[in-house]
């Protein structure tokens, strides 16, 4: 991935996101199964952890109570399972532990960056047609344009060409 920062913002969306739908429907089986056992209750008058012991006519009720407790703790655990992995996110972006900062030198100058001398071989390759040869007049300016001709003659045909227009040759 070209830029790992960009995740950033959709991810720490889509934990919140899911964190605030699991408490909705943690909620609702709650309430859900809140309501089911209220009414089995005042149907029959005895409890639901009883009532699975049971035997039903045409329904199989065995475990209802048991599989649905185990429904409301896990829906509570996955709770607070978001709930951790939200403020563990929150926790890594706000002290930046996953990303990497680079370094601002200043300018180097031509010397530093190994663009002293043009290698002679290079100078007898041609130029695209309206570009300026290369050859061993050319240089690295103090403004990041590459210079044409003599330097310390600017302004007496010293050709100026901004450095984004110049392509550089793999050798």
Sequence with gaps: MAN??????????LSVLMFIAMI??????????????????????VSCHELET?????????YFYSRLTTAMICSWITVCLWLIATIVLFVRCATGTDFQYAKVLPKASKEDAGLGEVNPALSSIGSLPGTPSLDPSMSIGSEN????????????GAEHIPMETVTPIQV
């Design 24 to 45: 909705f429907a943690s909620c609702y089986i709650t309430k859900g199964f809140k309501v089911l056992c209220d009414n089995l209750e005042a149907a029959t008058g």
């Design 54 to 62: 049971y035997t039903w006519l045409g329904l199989d009720g065995s």
């Design 145 to 156: 344009k590459l210079v044409v001709g003599q330097p310390e003659e600017e302004g007496k």
């Design 4 to 13: 790992p920062s960009r995740v950033v913002a959709p991810s720490i969306c």
